[in-house]
């Protein structure tokens, strides 16, 4: 498989451009259903370690089943298949400008969850128009084991998020250096969501947690740390989860349609955001940068007993 590595605001992401499966035509919800069922030799080979680390998202390039798309994309991690990706949505159109197959302009992305607008700004710039994202739920009260009651809100961006402001679990600033806390207390959270029966819509599991804060880095509106459904934590400021959190803004009369919002990640990276206004719920407009930084070529050897990656333990 040949594939371009590329980050956004540190966050990684490989994108197989040649030897991946052919998942034939039809809908790409579909076709990921095809790839999780029959395929999902080329995910274990392409993102698990020892060949690849636990933040990395893949994204498999395939052929747009509307004429007009310049692309389509099934994006995936080390747990299994994502709806969107917001971060690899960024590094995607960076990394076809790269290989010269997107020029600057506005273009069309087919994913599982939807069409996605894409404007490529320049070499390294990428703004898109998310999938409608809405709020289902505001102030859901969770028991978690030694965290007691959380107060979060549950919100599609592409992805289910829940949200949930930092002072309640006592890391307000959101702290670099205490990232495996954050990911400790944001797995106890994911696991009572689960064990308390909440999800997204039709019972969807909620997989992505979202913990923010207002104190952010000047210039910023909030800084958050994202828990990715594998377990790593997200180095961008998440381009789905940037989206759950204007839903919720939304929903609270917090920030208007047009407003600029600045979102940091964890680790200072930043996303720009705004929305408008939808059919069924709001567009969110996310603006960010990417590097590519790797074109390489993932061998196959039967003889290794890691070729598919290590098991999870
Ligand atoms: O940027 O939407 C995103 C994302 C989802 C998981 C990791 N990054």
């Known amino acids: 498989m040949r594939v371009i590595d590329s980050h956004t605001g540190g966050q990684p992401t490989r994108v197989i451009i040649e030897g991946g499966p052919d998942l034939g035509r039809g809908p790409l919800w579909e076709r990921r259903r095809i790839f999780a069922e029959r395929f999902d030799a080329y995910r274990r080979r392409c993102v698990l370690e020892p060949k690849c680390s636990d933040a990395m998202v893949g994204a498999l390039l395939c052929e747009p089943d509307d004429p007009e798309a310049a692309a389509a994309v099934i994006f995936f991690n080390t747990s299994g298949y994502l709806g969107m990706c917001g971060h690899g949505t960024i590094g995607l159109g960076v990394t076809l400008a790269w290989l010269g197959l997107m020029k600057p302009g506005a273009h069309v992305l087919e994913t599982p969850v939807g069409a996605v607008a894409l ?34 809100d549950i919100a599609w961006g592409g992805n289910w998020f829940f949200l949930v402001d930092a002072a309640q679990l006592g890391e307000d600033g959101l702290d670099p250096a205490r990232i495996d806390i954050l990911a400790r207390k944001s797995w106890a959270i994911r696991r009572a969501l689960a064990e308390q029966g909440f999800t997204g819509r039709d019972g969807a599991e909620i997989d992505h947690i979202e913990i923010t804060t207002a104190r952010a880095g000047s210039g910023a509106n909030s800084r958050n740390f994202v828990l990715c459904p594998g377990g790593a934590y997200d180095r961008s400021p998440c381009g789905t989860g940037t989206s759950a959190k204007l839903a919720c803004l939304a929903a609270r009369g917090q920030l208007a349609p047009g407003q600029d919002w600045v979102q ?31 074109d390489a070529h993932i061998l196959s050897d039967p003889a290794d007993p890691f070729g598919l990656g290590i098991p999870a333990l």
Do not use: K, W
């Open 264 to 294: 940091e990640s964890v680790i200072g990276s930043r996303f720009q955001a705004r929305y408008r206004p939808g059919a069924s719920g709001i567009i969110p407009s996310i603006t960010g940068r990417a590097h590519v930084f790797a």
């Open 119 to 152: 404007d490529l700004l320049d070499a390294n710039t990428v703004r898109f128009e998310n999938i409608p994202s809405d709020c289902l739920a505001l102030d859901v009260a969770l028991e978690v084991p030694d965290l007691g009651r959380v107060i979060g």
